[in-house]
């Protein structure tokens, strides 16, 4: 796993463009991306106390801003410094665990629109968002290849060593499955991945 990752922390550069800015940098290391979301209509929730002001916990200079769309979903604006970037955020929920799937909304031309998870954990004051953890899955996915669909691309066409990035494409029922199967695995939803975020003054 430690290849993968150092792998993965040497290409966050390349991330940033492919995922339109920097809201990649607020976390350690990289995003997992799926084509398909992780959510169906059936499975959105609506918590209207998770519109507001946030603050990066463990950095002040860090905020992402929930704006309720119609009690549905959110849009959602990260910033850092003179970075912002925007996403589509799905509140949902399978069996009692809520995630929350993000979508990246300022894509570039030729983009895919490409999906993040992380699983959700809130208070009054205090929002806790635990990303699938990049290195695991990879890890995971090199040992057992066929337990959910995905591809690896490469940088450049002619690099097949050093520039491969995963990319989920198994359809939303067995991600969903994967998600039910892992939400307890410490290092599936790790410390690593995790953003804490506290409620920010206006």
């Known amino acids: 796993m430690a290849g993968w990752v150092v792998k ?3 290409k966050k550069k390349i991330l940033k ?11 350690a290391g990289c995003i997992v991306q799926s084509v398909y979301p992780f959510y169906t209509a059936k499975d959105l929730v609506f918590d209207p ?23 549905k979903y959110y849009l959602l604006t990260t910033s850092e410094e003179q970075d912002t970037n925007g996403f589509e955020a799905h509140l949902f929920q399978l069996k ?4 929350l799937d993000l979508l990246f909304t300022n894509r570039v031309m030729f983009q895919m629109p490409m999906h993040m998870i ?3 954990t809130r208070t009054d004051t205090n929002v806790s968002l635990q990303f699938l953890d990049y290195g695991w899955l990879t890890s995971l996915l090199q040992t057992n290849p066929s337990v ?15 520039g491969n990035m995963l990319y989920l494409t198994a359809d939303t029922r067995d991600l969903q499955k994967f998600l039910l199967k892992h939400a307890e695995d410490t290092n599936a939803f790790s410390r690593d991945s995790t953003v804490e975020l506290k409620r920010a003054a206006q």
């Open 8 to 10: 993965c922390r040497m």
């Open 49 to 71: 106390a998770l519109a507001g002001h946030w603050q990066n916990a463990s950095n002040t200079n860090k905020f992402w801003q929930f704006d309720a769309v119609g009690g």
């Open 118 to 120: 992380s699983k959700v």
């Open 96 to 99: 009692h665990y809520q995630f």
């Open 17 to 27: 463009l492919v995922a339109a800015g920097a809201a990649l940098s607020m976390l």
């Open 148 to 162: 959910l669909r995905h591809i690896i691309v490469s940088e450049n066409a002619d690099d097949t060593n050093n």
